[in-house]
């Protein structure tokens, strides 16, 4: 039984998959690697991933689908997960050798512990082209770090502080007993892999490594704000997607509840800020109808983020105010080192 399989989505990645499949069989015979043609068809990712699955048998298969998008791609490779444990890896992204000798290591401890951990969290690298100082995101000021804990022994995350598809390897069975099945043909489903299975976590655990080297600087690439502002209504479908999911959770432990709304208004934030963005009177129509379109849903979740100092900033009212918006979100990118 593998420790971890790792899906890594690829279309049209002949240009950088290498070095992402390359990081990833430094773990061994410990870990599958899945790597997912998503339907390419520009260049040559089928035939290199046929050819890593040749030349290692035993720890990487290739599979060949029709184009589904990455949330297609992320479903196929859980689909075929054999592991205890389950990551994804974007192609052109890569994770730090010595950081997975202690993922790996970890986990293994865990199997053979006597008690199951739902999540692993690690740190994430902003791999940021032309940044001379890379940013990492860490969690030693809310997560106990190097045991296992549930949600009673966590503290909140800081504003800055945000938890991504790059921080999480869950546990296979949890994923699939939670039903996820991210939107097939729509960008920005990983934000709804680092939403939708919290509900159901039970128990955590944090290594402090970092581990995941998230690659930014590629015109092309769905975070540019550019893309992002011509896909904006794909980011809106996903952020709807997570309010209606939101509102029908019962039940959940305090300190759970306070991270699912920590994880949506950040969603709410980045939605809000692209459509000012935008500068359309479309735009700034389907603002208003995004936060109608919670306030209809879960209102006392409303109340807490848009009342909330991100909220307040993101609904200053005129002109003056959306400048002033979009002026702490640039000092926020400055600052953060993210996009």
Avoid at 29 to 56: M, N
Avoid at 91 to 106: F, G, M, P
Avoid at 203 to 228: C, H, K, P, W
Avoid at 259 to 286: A, D, N, P, Q, W
Wanted: charged share 25%; net charge neutral; hydrophobic share 35%.
């Amino acid at each position: 039984m593998k420790i971890l399989s790792v899906a890594v989505p690829c279309y049209n990645s002949e240009a950088y998959m290498r070095k992402c499949i390359d990081s990833l069989l430094t773990g061994g015979e410990d870990v599958e690697i899945l790597i997912v043609d998503d339907g390419s068809v520009k260049d040559a990712t089928p035939e290199i991933a046929d050819e890593y699955a040749e030349k290692y048998p035993t720890i990487v298969k290739a599979i060949h689908q029709e184009n589904k998008g990455h949330g297609g791609a992320v479903n196929t490779g859980l689909e075929h997960a054999t592991g205890l444990y389950f990551k994804v890896v974007d192609s052109d992204d890569w994770v730090n050798e010595e950081a997975y000798r202690e993922i790996l290591k970890t986990l293994g401890e865990i199997i053979r512990g006597p008690r199951n951990v739902d999540v692993l969290f690690s740190n994430y690298v902003y791999e940021k082209e032309g940044a001379e100082k890379k940013r990492v995101m860490r969690y030693t000021k809310s997560f106990p770090v190097g045991r296992i804990f549930g949600w009673d022994e966590m503290k909140r995350l800081g504003p800055s502080h945000y938890v991504l598809m790059h921080s999480l390897i869950f546990r296979t069975e949890l994923l699939r007993e939670c039903g996820l099945k991210l939107p097939e043909h729509t960008f920005y489903v990983d934000n709804l892999f680092a939403f939708i299975p919290f509900p159901s976590v039970k128990t955590m655990y944090y290594l402090d490594v970092n581990f995941y080297r998230y690659y930014i600087g590629r015109a092309d690439q769905s975070v540019n704000e550019t893309v992002m502002i011509g896909r904006l209504d794909q980011q809106l479908r996903v952020n709807r997607q997570m309010i209606e999911f939101m509102s029908e959770q019962k039940g959940m432990k305090p300190n759970q509840r306070e991270f699912m709304i920590h994880s949506l208004t950040i969603i709410m934030t980045v939605s809000s800020i692209m459509l000012i963005r935008s500068g359309t009177e479309e735009s700034l129509y389907k603002k208003r109808e995004l936060w109608e379109y919670l306030k209809k849903h879960d209102f006392t979740v409303f109340l807490r983020i848009r009342w909330g100092l991100v909220g307040s900033a993101m609904n200053l009212p005129g002109k003056g105010g959306r400048k002033l918006s979009v002026y702490g979100y640039k000092l926020c990118q400055k600052i953060y080192g993210f996009n």
